[in-house]
């Protein structure tokens, strides 16, 4: 996904703003995001009736990335990931419905003792528990 400066305000889509997906760091004005993990996002939430997704993780450049913790090939580096939960949803539902929506295109991680689900637009499937 290309690096765009964007406003944290901008609208993303019907329910997404660039904000949201911008590391937790007021120091970054950029944004490196795939618009079908947008999307995606967007299924899933519809698919869970709408309910609001907090998006606890998504672009993260290298040295961001590095001082969280992330691996070194993280999605997140390129703007392909996210790291979601629903309020009212269960992690374990989350769960279920990301795999149906990312499918064979992408990567689904199972975090339910953090109570999160990842979920990423690779171009293959990968899916693991953390």
């Given amino acids: 996904a290309p690096l765009i400066a964007v406003n944290a305000k901008e609208k993303l889509s019907d329910n997404?703003?660039?904000g949201e997906f911008m590391p937790k760091?007021?120091?970054?004005?950029?944004?490196r995001l795939s618009p079908l993990l947008v999307s995606k996002l967007e299924e899933i939430r519809a698919a869970l009736g709408?309910?609001?997704?907090?998006i606890h993780s998504a672009y993260r450049p290298p040295a961001y990335n590095q001082r969280v913790g992330g691996v070194s090939n993280s999605q997140h580096i390129?703007?392909?990931?996210?790291?979601?939960?629903?309020?009212?949803?269960?992690?374990e539902r989350l769960?279920?419905?990301?795999?149906?929506?990312?499918?064979?295109?992408?990567?689904?991680?199972?975090?339910?003792?953090?109570?999160?689900?990842?979920?990423?637009?690779?171009?293959?499937?990968?899916?693991?528990?953390?």
């Fill in 16 to 18: 997404f703003s660039a």
């Fill in 95 to 130: 769960h279920q419905v990301a795999l149906q929506a990312i499918g064979a295109g992408g990567g689904v991680g199972y975090y339910p003792t953090q109570q999160f689900v990842h979920v990423d637009v690779r171009g293959y499937s990968a899916r693991w528990t953390g």
């Fill in 25 to 31: 760091d007021d120091s970054y004005r950029f944004l």
């Fill in 50 to 54: 709408g309910r609001r997704m907090s």
């Fill in 78 to 91: 390129d703007g392909l990931a996210a790291d979601i939960s629903v309020e009212g949803v269960s992690t």
